[in-house]
């Protein structure tokens, strides 16, 4: 690597680092000058992101790779645009197509790039490189040290982009095309989060004006999962993404009881959404009695079952309930204006317009076409035998039924308890009833624990959009998982997407999947253990102790653990969260507790309970009586799902400390 070199890659960002507080510089000296006081606000906060987005990270360089290309053109690649006074380019952002072949170009297919080169950043500076030349044969090939090092590094902290390093197969998810929704099955740390991510940065990249109107949404397990990716966008200058977790997506007031998970598993059945849409159309009431309008000395009449006729088409039209009924009075008042053309007269719009607005026709419409309140409908179903057996009838069996219904049925709706699953219902019936936006995209985290009514809410945020499906069918840890994606992608309404699967774990070393992955022929028969791309085996230890041991030997575990850089995750059952970390504070262990706290501090070590370590990762694990976890699931293979879960968390070093004897299945 000659010195010079370096000293000119060196100064290029120097130069390009200049060149991009010059940007920053004069889109903060833009003045809002615009008479309307919307479109002022709106100038305003467009520049806002625009500078926020030009904000230069002193932690991270601006490029991290070369392109040379066959052409004779030099492109540095970076996490964002940077053009010097002139106006050309001195730093291409990632997402460029040009930029395309630094992630995919290869010997065989050279996309007419002569040289790749990658820096070794650190600190912001660069402080090596390597070069591959792609169309020299003679040149031997070698694994990037580069790549190496970064996949290798301590973790500390929330997660962070991986634009430098973004692997082939990957890259090829993160650029389908907008409009595909793309299903990821992967083993743990393959990169399906960090692949999710980034194809939000290139959607929003490549597809700016359409996506940023209609809105790009991230869904996520839980708030714990979320602060951990909740800083890579942003790294990446996409601020404007939402994130939420599922129950909160669809939270429309708070759940607040619990239930069995049998009921909860049945709630989330897809068979719910019959119910529920009979449950509504059955608000429409057959008439009886003709409409009858009276207009100066006349009084006009629509048969019944002409009535009855316009009822159908409007049922049949597909559209929501809400909007149906808002066509009635039209429809009626057409019918009345045909009787009065009979009768000889003309009448023009404003007859037809004064007839729909009559009050004979509208207490007509409200006695047989009633609005509704998705919640009185749930409370309805879920509270009267007979209006439940009348929607479900043929469709769910009398124990079922029996199931659903409540014990003590709340007064009225505004007093009930709602649970989680049940606000999937009430979601289901607000869309019955006026349709949901669709946003452009979702990408959806941990997919495979969500019931097939859960998956319908999510869909239908995308409805005219696209999806991005991520998860993985061993670890699903719900009773309602999804067995298969084909079925998890009907439900969300995109039966015919495709399902990709990546094979290379980029986090758990060899040593520990070869360990986890002795449950997968009983948690997921046919599903294969990635292949660790990580280059130091790992540690993994067992330490067995007794029960009142416990608490002194993980603080000697987390004593030792915390001598070197790196997070530290301490998983235990739910359950003895609450001791243990008593355990750390009393042995002056500085420690957060996840689940409990928000995140808000950076701990080195973190307490995390079970059942919410998905997705999340820690440079050294410390599991706490893993049999105690396993057992805390209403099932055998939940439980060691969760087991699978948790042991595959770690980037370096697993501890196991147990006082009951190890699950039979990991050869306890
Ligand atoms: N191409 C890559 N280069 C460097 N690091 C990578 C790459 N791909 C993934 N990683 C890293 O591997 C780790 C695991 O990635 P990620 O969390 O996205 O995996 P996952 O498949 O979602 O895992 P899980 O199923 O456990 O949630 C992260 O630290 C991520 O940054």
Not at 509 to 523: C, E, F, G, K, M
């Amino acid at each position: 690597m000659p010195e010079i070199d370096l000293l000119h890659e060196q100064a290029h960002l120097a130069a390009a680092r200049t060149a991009l507080a010059r940007m920053r510089e004069r889109t903060e000296a833009i003045e809002v000058n615009a008479a309307d006081p919307i479109a002022a606000a709106y100038l305003a906060r467009t520049l806002y992101y625009r500078a926020a987005a030009l904000a230069d990270d002193p932690g991270t360089a601006l490029f991290f790779g070369r392109l040379d290309t066959a052409d004779a053109d030099r492109w540095y690649i970076g996490r964002r645009h940077v053009s010097d006074e002139a106006g050309d380019p001195m730093v291409i952002d990632w997402r460029a197509a040009v930029s395309t072949a630094f992630y995919r170009a290869t010997r065989a297919e050279p996309m007419g790039i002569t040289l790749r080169r990658r820096f070794g950043i650190a600190g912001g500076e660069i402080t090596a490189y390597e070069d591959e030349h792609l169309t020299d044969a003679a040149e031997p090939e070698s694994r990037s040290a580069i790549l190496a090092a970064e996949i290798e590094r301590p973790r500390v902290g929330p997660m962070r982009d991986i634009v430098s390093t973004i692997q082939p197969e990957q890259d090829e998810i993160v650029r389908a095309d907008a409009d595909t929704t793309v299903c990821v099955q992967g083993a743990p740390g393959t990169g399906k989060t960090a692949v999710g991510l980034h194809r939000a940065a290139w959607l929003l990249y490549a597809h700016r004006d359409r996506l940023a109107r209609q809105g790009v949404l991230v869904i996520g397990p839980n708030r714990a999962f979320l602060d951990h990716i909740g800083a890579v966008l942003p790294a990446l200058g996409e601020v404007r993404v939402g994130h939420t977790t599922i129950a909160d997506l669809v939270a429309s007031r708070p759940a607040r009881a619990t239930e069995a998970p049998r009921v909860a598993a049945l709630k989330g059945d897809a068979r719910l959404a019959e119910v529920l849409r009979r449950a509504v159309w059955a608000a429409v009431a057959t008439p009886s009695q003709a409409l009858v309008v009276p207009r100066g000395a006349r009084r006009w009449r629509v048969p019944a079952y002409d009535v009855a006729d316009v009822m159908d088409e409007l049922r049949s039209r597909g559209a929501r309930f809400h909007a149906a009924r808002a066509m009635f009075p039209q429809r009626l008042a057409h019918h009345v204006l045909l009787a009065m053309e009979r009768a000889g007269e003309s009448p023009d719009d404003r007859v037809h317009d004064s007839v729909a607005r009559n009050p004979a026709v509208k207490s007509y419409v409200a006695a047989h076409w009633p609005t509704l309140d998705p919640a009185k409908v749930l409370h309805r179903l879920l509270s009267d035998p007979g209006a439940l057996s009348a929607a479900a009838d043929g469709v769910l069996s009398v124990d079922e039924q029996r199931m659903l219904l409540w014990d003590k049925p709340p007064r009225t709706a505004g007093s009930a308890k709602w649970t989680t699953a049940d606000l999937v219902l009430v979601d289901e019936l607000t869309d019955l009833l006026d349709r949901t936006p669709s946003l452009g995209h979702v990408i959806l985290d941990e997919a495979q624990d969500l019931s097939p009514m859960q998956l319908r809410a999510v869909g239908r945020r995308a409805s005219t959009g696209s999806l991005t499906v991520l998860g993985d069918i061993a670890q699903g840890t719900t009773p309602w998982a999804t067995a298969s994606w084909a079925d998890a992608l009907t439900h969300l309404g995109k039966p015919d997407s495709h399902v990709e699967v990546l094979a290379r774990g980029f986090r758990v070393p060899a040593s520990v999947i070869t360990y986890a992955a002795r449950l997968l022929p009983l948690i997921a028969p046919g599903l294969a253990a990635p292949e660790s791309v990580r280059d130091n085996p790992g540690r993994l230890s067992e330490h067995a102790a007794t029960a009142a041991e416990i608490s002194d030997r993980l603080v000697a575990l987390v004593h030792a653990a915390v001598q070197a850089p790196g997070s530290v995750g301490v998983i235990a059952p739910d359950a003895d969260i609450d001791r243990l970390s008593t355990a750390l504070s009393g042995a002056g262990i500085e420690h957060g507790v996840l689940g409990s706290d928000h995140g808000d501090v950076e701990h080195q070590v973190d307490i995390v309970p079970a059942t919410i370590a998905k997705g999340l990762e820690f440079d050294r694990v410390i599991v706490v009586e893993p049999a105690a976890i396993a057992a805390a699931e209403p099932d055998e293979r939940t439980g060691l799902r969760r087991l699978y879960v948790v042991l595959t968390r770690a980037v370096s070093e697993l501890d196991i400390l147990h006082s009951g004897p190890l699950p039979s299945a990991l050869g306890g």
